[in-house]
């Protein structure tokens, strides 16, 4: 029962006790003292519980001792509308029943008119149930104690150990790997495709089979030129086209998209539709500059067109923060202003070792300048792709398009 009605019901009860007092004290046989005694004693009755109604009801001689000696506990001190508070000390409906007993041995004329007070009561009396079971709970139950149940612990039996530690242990065990996208085909990238297909499986056919390797079908070609290729590392399907859906995987579409002339001429970028993340390959390197692979047909403007692309496609969340997820081929996760940084620092090297060749400066001249020397603090650490190296990648480039 709510609040409010165990409130209104106790002032229902108060009004009718009210009023029983206003009856005593009106009548004639008790006087008005006698009647305020009586109705201090059924006070008192309230106060003190059901042995001393019995009390008052066995006898009246000794009921009107109880009156005298309750005559200092006035009503004032009892809250009847304080049920919460009062439930361990009194019951509510039953002190009511006694109220009504101690007025009809005291004069036969109050009951009669204590029973227009009863028909007040009638609905104190249901609401007095629903609330004493509801104050059962609230006042004479205790607080559960706490229990660690991490573990095998007595008392926990809504679970166990055995049912809930391999959920928090682990995670679930991993579906097999259905195919594979080499985004470039460089060593580094395609060195895995024979284990990881053979530890897939995928059905394109009746049986299954070990999991697909998809490229542009460009990406092969160089690589088979300087060393042989096992057949099972081969991808057994390519494309041609600028992209190439997949369709759905995992309740996603996936995209390839093929990058021209910027790492390689084979380069490919995995959009996933609903996850929004770009799988970049070496387009994007947060360990260093972007190798340029001149022999294998890639080109410092085909990086600095990819990178626009990307920009492009990546959705930020606020001030360029957030949003898409971007996989470079190396290094740690970015997002667009991380790109658009990146992005930056490429169209400057570009454009610096430009304008040296306008200038009719060799090569040897070129890395002497140390053009890069504003960015070899964040990219020129690397040991493998040295920014001498990223700078003769793009004169090459440069002098191959002129």
Same mark, same amino acid.
């Given at each position: 029962?709510?609040?409010?009605?165990?409130?209104? /019901?106790?002032?229902? &009860?108060?009004?009718?006790?009210?009023?029983?007092?206003?009856?005593?004290?009106? /009548?004639?046989?008790?006087?008005?003292?006698?009647?305020?005694?009586?109705?201090?004693?059924?006070?008192?009755? $309230?106060?003190?519980?059901? !042995?001393?109604?019995?009390?008052?009801?066995?006898? %009246?001689?000794?009921?009107?001792?109880?009156?005298?000696?309750?005559?200092?506990? @006035?009503?004032?001190?009892?809250?009847?509308?304080?049920? @919460?508070?009062?439930?361990?000390?009194?019951?509510?409906?039953?002190?009511?029943?006694?109220?009504?007993?101690?007025?009809?041995?005291?004069?036969?004329?109050?009951?009669?008119? &204590?029973?227009?007070? #009863?028909?007040?009561?009638?609905?104190?009396?249901?609401?007095?149930?629903?609330?004493?079971?509801?104050?059962?709970?609230?006042?004479?139950?205790?607080?559960?104690?706490?229990?660690?149940?991490?573990?095998?612990?007595?008392?926990?039996?809504?679970?166990?150990?055995? $049912? &809930?530690?391999? $959920?928090?242990?682990?995670?679930?065990?991993?579906?097999?790997? +259905?195919?594979?996208?080499?985004?470039?085909?460089?060593?580094?990238?395609?060195?895995?495709?024979?284990?990881?297909?053979?530890?897939?499986?995928?059905?394109?056919?009746?049986?299954?089979?070990?999991?697909?390797?998809?490229?542009?079908?460009?990406?092969?070609?160089?690589?088979?030129?300087?060393?042989?290729?096992?057949? /099972?590392?081969? %991808?057994? #399907?390519?494309?041609?086209?600028?992209?190439?859906?997949?369709?759905?995987?995992?309740?996603?579409?996936?995209?390839?998209?093929?990058?021209? !002339?910027?790492?390689?001429?084979?380069?490919?970028?995995?959009? &996933?539709? #609903?996850?929004?993340?770009?799988?970049?390959?070496?387009?994007?390197?947060?360990?260093?500059?972007?190798?340029?692979?001149?022999?294998?047909?890639?080109?410092?403007?085909?990086?600095?067109?990819?990178? /626009?692309?990307?920009?492009?496609?990546? +959705?930020? #969340?606020?001030?360029?923060?957030?949003?898409?997820?971007?996989?470079?081929?190396?290094?740690?996760?970015?997002?667009?202003?991380?790109?658009?940084?990146?992005?930056?620092?490429?169209?400057?090297?570009?454009?610096?070792?430009?304008?040296?060749?306008?200038?009719?400066?060799?090569?040897?001249?070129?890395?002497?300048?140390?053009?890069?020397?504003?960015y070899d603090g964040r990219f020129g650490r690397s040991t493998s792709y040295t920014p001498d190296m990223f700078i003769e990648a793009i004169f090459r480039s440069l002098d191959a398009k002129s």
């Open positions: 029962m709510k609040r409010r009605d165990r409130r209104r /019901n106790a002032q229902q &009860f108060g009004r009718a006790l009210d009023q029983s007092r206003h009856v005593a004290g009106r /009548n004639a046989a008790f006087g008005i003292q006698f009647g305020e005694q009586f109705a201090d004693a059924a006070v008192g009755i $309230t106060e003190h519980g059901s !042995a001393q109604r019995e009390r008052l009801d066995h006898s %009246p001689a000794e009921g009107l001792g109880l009156v005298r000696q309750l005559q200092d506990e @006035r009503a004032d001190r009892v809250d009847l509308g304080d049920v @919460r508070a009062r439930r361990r000390d009194h019951d509510l409906c039953g002190d009511t029943a006694g109220l009504r007993k101690l007025f009809e041995f005291g004069d036969v004329g109050l009951a009669p008119r &204590f029973a227009r007070a #009863e028909q007040q009561q009638a609905g104190v009396e249901s609401a007095c149930t629903q609330a004493r079971q509801q104050l059962d709970r609230v006042v004479t139950s205790s607080r559960m104690p706490q229990k660690s149940c991490v573990g095998v612990v007595a008392g926990c039996s809504w679970w166990n150990s055995s $049912t &809930f530690l391999p $959920t928090t242990a682990a995670p679930a065990a991993p579906k097999p790997i +259905v195919g594979i996208v080499n985004t470039s085909f460089d060593a580094d990238h395609m060195g895995g495709n024979a284990a990881f297909a053979a530890a897939g499986r995928s059905h394109i056919g009746i049986a299954p089979q070990d999991a697909w390797i998809i490229a542009h079908e460009k990406a092969p070609s160089h690589q088979l030129k300087t060393s042989p290729i096992a057949p /099972n590392a081969m %991808p057994n #399907e390519t494309y041609e086209a600028g992209s190439f859906k997949l369709n759905f995987f995992n309740g996603e579409g996936v995209v390839l998209w093929h990058m021209p !002339a910027a790492h390689t001429d084979g380069d490919t970028i995995v959009q &996933f539709r #609903e996850s929004e993340v770009l799988a970049v390959g070496d387009i994007i390197n947060m360990n260093g500059y972007p190798v340029i692979d001149i022999d294998k047909g890639g080109t410092i403007q085909g990086v600095v067109s990819a990178l /626009n692309w990307i920009l492009e496609m990546a +959705v930020v #969340e606020h001030m360029m923060e957030g949003g898409t997820i971007i996989v470079p081929g190396h290094g740690r996760l970015i997002d667009s202003a991380d790109a658009a940084y990146y992005r930056d620092m490429v169209t400057i090297m570009r454009d610096r070792v430009r304008a040296a060749v306008k200038k009719g400066m060799t090569l040897p001249q070129i890395k002497a300048a140390k053009l890069t020397r504003d």
